[in-house]
Nanobody, 118 residues
């Protein structure tokens, strides 16, 4: 069983930065592509960023490209999301996810709330 536990969310102002972390249990963290998704109130969950097993390839939604950076530390079984220049539209519940076969999400974290005030 895999557990993903996010942390680092909070209430910030426009232009501020936050770093989210996702601690994964299990010994196979480094074998999988992992990523971040978010869901704002009244909206569908959307892709934010993903990173491959070795960390050499990263992928971003257009809305966060240039402001967010995804990274991972396989030795610590931890995934990160550095979020800079935050905007009110970044307000959402942010989820960590493991991508299994066909890059479909097979495990979700419980989410961490990010609120950006204007």
């Amino acid at each position: 069983q895999v557990q993903l536990v996010e942390s680092g969310g909070g209430l910030v102002q426009t232009g501020d930065s936050l770093r989210l972390s996702c601690a994964a249990s299990g010994r196979t963290f480094s074998d999988y592509t992992v990523g971040w998704f978010r869901q704002a109130p009244g909206k569908e969950r959307e892709f934010v960023a993903a990173i491959n097993t070795g960390g050499g390839s990263t992928y971003y939604a257009d809305s966060v490209k240039g402001r967010f950076t995804i990274s991972r530390d396989n030795a610590k079984n931890t995934l990160y999301l550095q979020m800079n220049s935050l905007k009110p539209e970044d307000t959402a519940l942010y989820y960590c996810a493991r991508l299994g076969s066909w890059y479909l999400v097979d495990y979700w974290g419980q989410g961490t709330q990010v609120t950006v005030s204007s």
